[in-house]
């Protein structure tokens, strides 16, 4: 007969004791991951950006389909005022005009892409686009229409842009008057026509602005 060994009371105890202990550390290392793991998530996050600084680099698609001629439409793009407008025949007539009394009338500064650097200041001759921001001092400027009464554009007025600000005034392709605060035309953002009715503002063909 072969004898059993005798029952350790303490063995067994440490045996108990060591199973437990081994438990309660698989628990606390799970949960510890779980910790970690959320806590890593909004701090992984934290390095992407935000929704609106997307936006602020973002180019931006514009209508231009329900704009009528002589008619203006304002957008949105890094923050900044974009206008839109369809001139009419007669504003495009009057373009060459006022050369004699710009500052730069054949766009020689740097303030439009390459093929905005004509009489228009366009992609096309009706479509202006254009920062509505002043170059002085970055007020934003009002259309005033050829038969304003505003005695601050003179009588000879032709129809453009007035800035409130300090008197800067600008013809209907952005181009700054002489001897006005102002020292170069308005800007010219990069843009590109997807179709007929649709811009899109801040990239061309050559990218992103």
């Not at 806590?39 to 929704?51: G, L, N, Q």
């Not at 973002?58 to 704009?67: F, H, L, R």
């Not at 920062?131 to 129809?159: E, F, Q, Y």
Request: aromatic share 8%.
């Amino acid at each position: 007969m072969t004898d059993c060994p005798a029952f350790n009371p303490l063995a067994a105890h440490a045996h108990d004791h060591d199973a437990e202990r081994r438990k309660w550390l698989q628990i606390t290392a799970a949960t510890a991951g779980v910790a970690t793991v959320a806590t890593a998530i909004p701090f992984v996050a934290s390095f992407e950006p935000s929704a609106r600084a997307r936006a602020m680099g973002a180019s931006v698609e514009a209508n231009i389909a329900d704009i009528l001629p002589g008619q203006l439409k304002m957008v949105e793009w890094r923050g900044k005022p974009v206008w839109l407008m369809r001139r009419t025949p007669q504003m495009l007539a009057d373009l060459p005009t006022l050369d004699s009394r710009l500052v730069d009338p054949h766009s020689k500064t740097m303030q439009q892409p390459g093929y905005a650097r004509n009489e228009h200041r366009s992609i096309r001759p009706e479509v202006f686009v254009a920062v509505g921001i002043c170059t002085h001092l970055g007020c934003s400027p009002n259309r005033v229409p050829a038969d304003s009464m505003n005695p601050s554009v003179g009588s000879d007025w032709k129809g453009g842009f007035f800035c409130p600000c300090h008197g800067s005034t600008f013809d209907f392709a952005g181009r700054v008057f002489k001897n006005k605060p102002a020292p170069i035309n308005l800007e010219v953002p990069r843009h590109k026509y997807l179709s007929d009715s649709q811009l899109l503002i801040g990239e061309d063909d050559l990218g992103a602005a």
